[in-house]
């Protein structure tokens, strides 16, 4: 008979304490519980797992060697982007965010928790003046849940079923706009053009109609370049469509928001905003509009403003028109409210405070320097090319291989072997690009590290 025992992680699983348990409710056995589940939907058998660790330091060693097996961006020089971005983090905002009192609060009151909806608070106001908007939710689960809930919000404001999208995007993020949006919106793709990677205006003027409910670009693009928004948000509303814009907050110190040429809802990831990658995680969605009341109205998540208190003349931090939401209004609601990102609100509110205005002109102008350094060297190189060289570049840009003879993962297998992460694998994505890859440069890469990709990419083209 199997020894039994105390689980260390389950409470009152000592065996003394579950015959207590059991006698207590009036059974002799926790099977007596099970007896209303049929026996064809119980297991016969026990889990297949490997044997438990009989101490915490077996355990954790068994877990540090799997984590080791793992080659990291600390590790090694990486130029993967594609989404997820490897920017400096500064000490404090790791500082902040590991406080108890954020790190545990996953909900709370606005009257017994206004610390963390006080910096929710500080966090949106900074969004906003850097986005040039009014209104900024608190943040959702990532940004690809912004794109989605964005259109959807367009939807529903102009009442109207179908939005344009420009081919240039993520085409992960497309399909989860798409499986997100199906019951509300349909999502069709506006071609770019073969020369520019840009959006084709000539197409999408075309494609306009009384039945589109917005024009969804990104600025940058997937591919790095930088649409020119004012065009394409003048077709969209003469049309009576909606202006939806997806951009890279960390741009915003040098490249124009998109309120200034014609957006009515922005959205997009704070992740790099003083957010490490975290295997794909770290990431936090915000969206953005006008103080526009019936625009107000289509925001499923969490707004806070200043708002008064039982107390005459009092006001503390907490939630606007929280009626709207599917808290208030359950399977009314527009959408559901889901996961926040509150956490990486916080620490994006942090990153903002300590870089102020010039911090993040700085880092804006510092990323196009790199960026462009890197493009007028890899183009430099006589079997590469640099597909839509012609466009200005944002953080990443598009490089080709198919002179080389040699595939995008056999390249990166390569540079791996140098201790080098190479670009984001472009050939099945957008495979009229051929063997392309991303690559992506930040505040992080110093001249010496592009020169060392340089030089590898030199010794891999021979």
């Known amino acids: 008979m199997e020894k039994q025992r105390a689980h260390p992680y389950i409470p009152n699983s000592d065996p003394s304490i579950k015959e207590q348990l059991l006698k207590a409710i009036g059974v002799s056995d926790v099977e007596e519980l099970l007896v209303g589940i049929p026996k064809s939907l119980r297991m016969d058998r026990r889990l297949n797992l490997p044997e438990s660790y009989e101490s915490e330091f077996e355990l954790k060693r068994h877990v540090q060697q799997i984590l080791n ?55 949106c106001s900074m969004m906003t003046e850097m986005l040039d908007m009014e209104v900024v939710n608190v943040p959702c689960y990532d940004g690809y849940q912004a794109s989605a809930t964005s259109v959807c919000m367009a939807g529903r404001y102009t009442n109207r079923s179908k939005v344009l999208v420009s081919e240039n995007i993520n085409p992960d993020k497309f399909s989860m706009m798409q499986t997100y949006c199906r019951a509300n919106v349909e999502l069709i793709k506006v071609p770019m053009l073969n020369e520019s990677g840009l959006l084709d205006q000539s197409v999408l003027k075309s494609m306009l109609s009384d039945e589109i409910a917005a024009v969804y670009f990104e600025v940058p693009s997937f591919l790095g370049q930088i649409e020119d928004g004012q065009i394409l948000s003048d077709l969209a509303h003469a049309a009576g469509a909606l202006v939806v814009v997806s951009v890279n907050p960390s741009s915003l110190g040098s490249i124009a928001p998109p309120a200034k040429y014609g957006a009515d809802i922005v959205c997009g990831d704070i992740q790099p ?34 708002i008064p208190t039982i107390v005459d003349g009092e006001y503390g931090f907490g939630d606007v028109a929280y009626d709207r939401t599917s808290f208030g209004k359950r399977e009314e609601g527009n959408e559901f409210v889901g996961t926040a990102a509150a956490l990486w609100g916080i620490t994006a509110g942090v990153y903002m405070a300590l870089m102020g205005p010039h911090g993040m002109q700085e880092l804006a102008e510092g990323i196009l320097q790199k960026t462009k ?38 390249i990166n297998e390569h540079l791996r072997s140098k201790g080098i992460f190479a670009g984001h694998d472009l050939s099945e ?9 991303l690559y992506c440069f930040s505040e992080i890469h110093s001249q010496k590290n592009i020169d060392d990709l340089i030089a590898a990419l030199k010794e891999m083209t021979k």
């Open 69 to 123: 097996k793992n080659s990291s961006c600390d590790e090694n020089l990486s130029f993967l982007g594609g989404g997820c971005y490897q920017h400096h983090v500064p000490a404090i905002c790791d500082e902040i965010n590991g406080r108890s009192e954020f790190l545990t609060a996953y909900a709370g009151e606005p009257y017994d928790d206004h610390g963390r909806f006080q910096t929710l608070f500080e966090y």
């Open 273 to 306: 905003l003083g957010i490490h990658m975290q295997y794909g995680g770290g990431q936090g969605g915000f969206i953005a509009s006008h103080d526009n009341p019936d625009m107000i109205a289509q925001y499923p998540s969490r707004l806070f403003g200043i």
């Open 373 to 410: 350094y890197a493009m007028n060297a890899i183009s430099k190189i006589t079997a590469l090319s640099i597909p839509f060289s012609s466009q200005y570049h944002y953080n990443e840009f598009v490089v080709n291989f198919d002179k080389t003879g040699k595939t995008v993962k056999q």
């Open 429 to 437: 994505s957008f495979p009229q690009l051929g063997q392309s890859a």
